[in-house]
């Protein structure tokens, strides 16, 4: 079975889930509709997309259980491909959500004005968008690496193990867009590296599904 073919089933797997990466773009956009347009807002929306894309993006690993992984194991399938479907499948989700996200969130800074208005030099947002989606896709694929480790563990761990790393990336997120005078310097950097951040979570999103290729590999499953 190739990767193609389990990538299909994956999509499949997520099912409805898939309209949520349509739909947040357009709540958030709601959301903001009855409110005054900060000058962050466009880079909220863009955030919001994104911990929806991270929470599509792990579903083909939490619908997993002991009974598929033994249907499986009696179809064609190298040892560790199916995690690679499910990697690919991740990156896919999130660069969909980031990529709805920056359209609304674009929109939104042109309707309400830029960031940069906030401080002495000019930002330059589509470099904190790709250090949006950089860490966006560093979140998800440390949730996919822990999902492999605690893979058939129970309800509980797992269903912790795959709201955590969202919940973590969205609301660092904006509480660092809500103390931005004190984190000004963080975000300069950002200005100034946005693509080599971005470079070095697609590296380190490689990496972590190489590790959960292996050990899915050593497992035999």
Same mark, same amino acid.
């Given at each position: ?28 956009? !709601?959301?903001? @509709?009855? %409110?005054?347009?900060? #000058? ?6 863009? *955030? =919001?997309?994104?911990?929806? /894309? ?56 042109? !309707?309400?004005? @830029?960031? %940069?208005?906030?401080? #002495? ?6 470099? *904190? =968008?790709?250090?949006?989606? /950089? ?87």
């Amino acid at each position: 079975m190739t990767l193609l073919k389990l990538l299909k089933i994956d999509i499949k797997k997520a099912g409805w889930n898939l309209l949520i990466l349509v739909l947040i773009p357009l709540i958030g956009l !709601a959301i903001l @509709s009855d %409110s005054d347009i900060s #000058p962050t807002a466009g880079i909220f929306v863009t *955030l =919001y997309c994104l911990f929806g /894309g991270i929470i599509v993006a792990i579903v083909p690993f939490a619908a997993e259980n002991a009974e598929e992984a033994g249907f499986l194991e009696m179809l064609p399938v190298k040892p560790g491909l199916s995690v690679t479907s499910h990697f690919t499948f991740s990156a896919l989700c999130v660069f969909i959500s980031g990529g709805l996200g920056a359209l609304a969130g674009s929109a939104v800074s042109a !309707a309400g004005g @830029s960031a %940069s208005a906030l401080y #002495p030099d000019s930002m330059n947002l589509p470099s *904190l =968008y790709f250090s949006a989606f /950089g860490a966006a896709l560093l979140f998800t694929a440390i949730d996919c690496l822990l999902l492999t480790i605690c893979r058939y563990n129970t309800l509980q761990i797992l269903q912790i193990i795959r709201i955590l790393p969202a919940f973590v990336f969205f609301f660092g997120s904006t509480a660092l867009l809500q103390n931005m005078e004190t984190t000004s310097a963080f975000f300069r950097i950002l200005n100034e590296n946005g693509l080599v951040v971005f470079g070095i979570c697609v590296l380190s999103f490689a990496a972590l599904a190489a590790v959960s290729r292996e050990i899915t590999v050593r497992r035999g499953k």
